[in-house]
Nanobody, 123 residues
Framework: QVQLVESGGGLAQAGDSLRLSCSASGRTFNRYTMGWFRQTPGKEREIVASMWWSGGNTYYAGSMKGRVTISRDNAKNTLYLQMNNLKPEDTAVYYC????????????????WGQGTQVTVSS
């Protein structure tokens, strides 16, 4: 079965950087889009970035574009999200997810989800 496990969240100050990791297991993800989403209480979950695993093609949403980089390590089957110049409004639970749709940004098209990792940014 597919298992996605996020790590790397925590407390940060405005301007800091964090790198989130998502360890993926259970199948080969060559024909999957892997995405990073985030959600704050009372708001809808939103996409941050996604990557087509095999080709490395990427998509960045507007919310953090220019401050994040999505990448993967094939040997470790791990997805990363490097976040720079963090702001208090980036405080959220960040989720890793997998979809069979190419570079999907739709939550409904992601079949597999991790449990999330909390990122808290203080001013």
């Amino acid at each position: 079965q597919v298992q996605l496990v996020e790590s790397g969240g925590g407390l940060a100050q405005a301007g800091d950087s964090l790198r989130l990791s998502c360890s993926a297991s259970g199948r080969t993800f060559n024909r999957y889009t892997m995405g990073w989403f985030r959600q704050t209480p009372g708001k809808e979950r939103e996409i941050v970035a996604s990557m087509w695993w095999s080709g490395g093609n990427t998509y960045y949403a507007g919310s953090m574009k220019g401050r994040v980089t999505i990448s993967r390590d094939n040997a470790k089957n791990t997805l990363y999200l490097q976040m720079n110049n963090l702001k208090p409004e980036d405080t959220a639970v960040y989720y890793c997810a997998a979809s069979t749709y190419y570079l999907s940004s739709r939550i409904s098209e992601y079949a597999y989800w991790g449990q999330g990792t909390q990122v808290t940014v203080s001013s």
